[in-house]
């Protein structure tokens, strides 16, 4: 298995851990909770104490029919926030789909770019990231939160999330991204349904042939809900399925995933740590 390494973050020998700061009002699971600067950027510290070693934070939420808010609004958001968490030595990224919003990110002290739609609803972002030179998530996007649902069609998930991701980073490397700026991320629950999901996580292995690090984002999305749901098919909460985000992580971390992005990061960060331990005994 390859332990992946990524120039400018934490290098820990095993699958990291990122964990996520929402300050949004609207986040799926999590929205409101940390919606001003102060909750925000103490929620982000607890979660270093709890284990993380990169903490995203995003200020537009990507749930299925999410309107956009605007770049004002945005950066009003996320820019004091990471700030903050840099000053006091936190790792962080920048969860957007916006250029503007990456290089004011970055100014602050982001160490990282993660853009769920992978460039393309913002033709200036890998251009943007080229220059900073920062590190670069491209996922894995069929179209913004409005529509992703009626997206999610395919013959074999696998081998079309991984065509198009080739395409993907083709195009960013175009555009000046350099090859080891790039991370992947299949983009699990954007247009794609439950199936898709889990034959995604299934095709770890087969999505790393690429050969570039995988972030995997499964934390608490609807696919474990249904998985979880009570005898009348009412699906889990989404704060109830922590247990089974953290199987994920523990498979995807076996299966050689470079990070895994998380809410609840300290049973998260235990599982990668059991999982490089049973990693280890096999070498």
């Known amino acids: 298995m390859t332990t992946w390494s990524v120039p400018g973050l934490p290098s820990e ?58 770049l004002a609004e945005e950066l009003a958001r996320v820019e004091p926030v990471i700030r903050a968490l840099s000053r006091e030595g936190v790792t962080v990224s920048v969860d957007t789909m916006r250029a503007e919003v990456a290089q004011a990110a970055v100014n602050a002290g982001a160490k990282l770019v993660n853009d769920v739609s992978g460039g393309l609803a913002d033709p200036e972002m890998p251009r943007v990231v080229a220059a900073a030179g920062v590190p670069y998530v491209v996922m894995h996007w069929r179209g913004h939160s409005h529509s992703m649902d009626s997206r999610a069609i395919y013959g074999d998930v696998v081998t079309e999330v991984r065509e198009e991701l080739s395409k993907r980073v083709a195009s960013v490397l175009a555009e000046g991204v350099a090859e080891s700026q790039i991370v992947l991320d299949p983009g699990i629950g954007f247009s794609k ?46 704060g109830q399925s922590d247990d089974a ?13 470079w990070c895994v992005r998380v809410h609840d990061v300290r049973p998260n960060a235990d599982a990668v740590r059991v999982a490089a331990a049973v990693q280890r005994a096999r070498s």
């Open 245 to 257: 985000t953290i199987a994920v992580t523990a498979l995807a971390a076996q299966a050689g995933a």
């Open 193 to 238: 349904n439950s199936d898709h999901n889990w034959a995604v996580l299934a095709g770890i292995d087969h999505l790393a042939e690429l050969g570039y690090p995988l972030l995997i984002g499964a934390s608490r999305k609807r696919f474990l809900g249904r998985l979880l749901a009570d005898q009348d098919g009412t699906p889990r909460p989404f």
């Open 13 to 70: 020998g095993r699958c990291l851990v990122m964990g996520v700061v929402n300050v949004t009002p609207d986040s799926f699971s999590d929205g409101g909770q940390w919606f001003d600067v102060a909750t925000a950027v103490r929620h982000g510290l607890e979660l270093v104490e709890q284990g993380a070693d990169i903490v995203d934070v995003g200020g537009e939420s990507t749930r299925p029919g999410a309107a956009r808010v605007s």
